[in-house]
């Protein structure tokens, strides 16, 4: 922009001399150089202080690696490279053998269990059962013991003897044995049939989560547009081996979203460079046209100062790289409309209205324009 500056003023100049024919002598042209010093000088110190130029701009955009959840070999490839699709749709799957058996065996495996869970309530019936016919042989022992005893011990005549006496008793006590393994075993039965998880037996419970795991492991072999957008360079074929360690993506998927133009400004403009203020773009891939926009973002930290915990001492050459501020642009034009892929290139300018008192905004618009028309024979910088 110096540049066109410095050439503008220099064909004004000779316009001026040609038109009013003034004389070329030691009073004329130093007066010409030294007033174009100054006042070019003070324009490109306002103009580049209230109005930052971002040389470097691009059209960023996200993509998303699209790793599968489970390891096997591609079966099918659904989608078409550059082609719209919707959240949900299916970009490819793989061979599922293995997660079929293992979901027939899950399937299986909880059938058995829950006919296993029904001999349980008959174990329980029946159990009970035998608890109350202990109790009641217990009952009728304990009252023969207690007859004998009542009637050997009031009569001094017992029609009972001593041996008989004791032998119903032992009859009572193995009774009362009996009895008591049978509530204890009762009781069992009752802990194991009622160990319940979510409404479920235990062991079913978790068979029915191995199922429910073998079942997501199956659908995981379909997979599916996280939102919309586009498959993009797709190089995957049926065959080949995708793996589920975030590594190495398999496919790259760029999501459907507003488009957003990154600027680098220079540290020195970062006191005029606030959200909100208005911002032109141009690009190299569309000469003689610029685009409206507003700065909806400063980033809050540049890459160039950036460490992690590495184990590695810092650099003397880290702190050398020059840093630059990245403004995000929103443009009020789609460039979707001009058939732009994402990633073109260009310019921007950040206009400062509130400060702008000598309205020198005007030349950097018309700088900027300039440079929009040269892109038809040059895309300079």
Known sequence: MDLLIIATYTAICITIFKVFKIPLNKWTVPTAALGGVFILSAILLLMNYNHPYAK??????????????????????NVEANVLVKKGEILFTLVNDE???ALQKAEAALISAKGDELEDDAALLAAS??????RADRDRTRSTYFRYKEA????????????????????YQADEAVLTKAIADEK????????LIGGEDSQVAQLIAARNKAQLDLDRTIIRAPVDGIATQIAIRPGVRATSLPLRSVMTFVPKEKRHFAGAFFQNSMLRLEKGIDAEVILDAVPGHVFKGKV???????????????????????????GFAIAIIELEESLDDYKLPLGVQGQAVAI????????????RRILLRMMAWLKYVYPIK
Not at 56 to 77: A, E, L
Not at 301 to 320: D, F, K, P, Y
């Open 56 to 77: 470097w701009g691009k059209d960023v955009f996200v993509s998303i690696p699209i790793v599968p959840q489970i390891s096997g070999n591609v079966k099918t490839v």
């Open 99 to 101: 997660q079929v058996i």
């Open 129 to 134: 059962a035998q608890v109350a016919k202990a």
């Open 152 to 171: 050997h011990e009031d009569t001094d005549n017992s029609p009972f003897t001593d041996q008989e006496v004791e032998s119903r008793k032992q009859v």
């Open 188 to 195: 069992r039965i009752l802990i194991e049939t009622q160990s």
């Open 296 to 322: 909806v973002d400063v980033l809050p930290a540049m890459a160039e100062g950036e460490i992690q915990a590495n184990g590695q001492l810092i650099s003397s050459a880290l702190i050398q790289k020059p």
């Open 352 to 363: 400062n209205h509130e400060h702008d008192i000598l309205h020198v905004s005007l030349v």
